[in-house]
């Protein structure tokens, strides 16, 4: 039966996912179509010249691999919250010597020229998130070759993507790292179980399913496949392996015994997202306000600070609830030990 990967050749039904600000790299995406299954370059926070840049690095090795992009989604502040928000974290940036931005940046990271790049030079698939494209957007790229998905956090969802005309549908459960890919970012997605969600989205539409948020073990993997998804997405479980691009404090956090938990903030970019729980959470995610990308550029100079001198207290450690899991490994060996006894 042919099915969503046999077209690229992929024996394991286990995906890289894209990690957007580092940790997915040409390396990791390389690996993972190697070990048998598929990786994805992540396209947000990149101009569309440093992605073409990374494409070409990876189309030279010769592998199938995919691009997600952030669909421009907005999510709009005042100026009042806006600068409430900079006064809230102004101590934090002082001790790095650091000028915030004085009121909000707004930005569609690079849209137009990403879609124009990937129109004229296809890869194999295209994913995105955070909002659905345009129709016409959707069939430019799959005119040109393209396999399009779209990520989903619930059965409404799906049906409006599937209205868009996509291929196929990555499902994310709330258990995921990093940012959820809601739709409505002031309504989080109510907790539910990744099997449950994939069933409710089979439901509901025809498109092929890839599962992800909180896959870290191969018990994980055969439910999701059991539930009827085609393949999984995981994430978290490749931070640590040497081909992940993801910083040297964010890697030892992971196993610090520390951070002992993780929850869902928007104190670091105005978006709902999955992170260890550290001293920025506790102290800025009951006052952040909801603003993307706005909240992500007053914040980003602070966390580059950070990161460069080591500080996990106001570094955004995403991760997904299981990331005891992340081994420090080749990818391979992840992505193998996740396929086992399929």
Request: contains cysteine.
């Amino acid at each position: 039966m042919k099915t969503l990967l046999s077209g690229l050749g992929a024996d394991l039904p286990v995906i890289a996912a894209p990690m957007a600000g580092g940790p997915s790299t040409p390396a990791l995406v390389t690996a993972a179509a190697r070990a048998g299954g598929l990786g994805f370059l992540a396209g947000g926070y990149r101009t569309a010249q440093a992605l073409a840049g990374q494409i070409h690095t990876t189309r030279a090795e010769g592998v199938p691999f995919g691009v997600n992009l952030f669909v421009p989604n907005p999510v709009p502040i005042s100026a009042d919250a806006y600068r409430s928000y900079a006064r809230a974290v102004r101590a934090e940036a002082d001790r790095y010597g650091l000028t915030l931005p004085a009121g909000p940046v707004e930005d569609d990271d690079h849209w137009t020229d990403k879609i124009d790049l990937l129109t004229s030079a296809p890869v194999p698939w295209v994913s995105f998130t955070f909002g659905i494209p345009d129709r016409a957007v959707v069939s430019a790229l799959r005119t040109a070759g393209i396999t399009v998905l779209q990520s989903v956090t619930s059965a409404d969802e799906a049906c409006l993507a599937a209205a868009s005309g996509v291929d196929a549908l990555i499902v994310q459960a709330p258990e995921a790292g990093g940012h959820s890919a809601t739709l409505t970012p002031a309504r989080p997605p109510r907790p539910v179980r990744l099997t449950d969600l994939v069933t409710a989205v089979r439901r509901a539409v025809a498109l092929p399913v890839i599962a992800a948020g909180g896959i870290t073990t191969a018990a994980d993997v055969r439910a999701a496949l059991a539930a009827g998804a085609e393949a999984v997405m995981v994430g978290t479980a490749l931070l640590r392996t040497h081909e992940s691009g993801a910083s040297a404090p964010h890697k030892a956090a992971l196993v610090d015994p520390a951070f002992t938990t993780t929850t869902v903030t928007r104190a670091f970019t105005g978006r709902p997202a999955r992170a260890l729980r550290n001293h920025f959470t506790d102290r800025y995610d009951a006052v952040a306000p909801a603003g993307y990308p706005a909240v992500h550029h007053l914040t980003g100079p602070l966390r580059k600070a950070a990161t460069a001198a080591g500080d996990t207290r106001l570094i955004h450690l995403w991760a997904g609830t299981g990331y005891r899991h992340a081994r420090a490994e080749p990818a391979a060996d992840t992505l193998a030990r996740l396929a086992a006894r399929l």
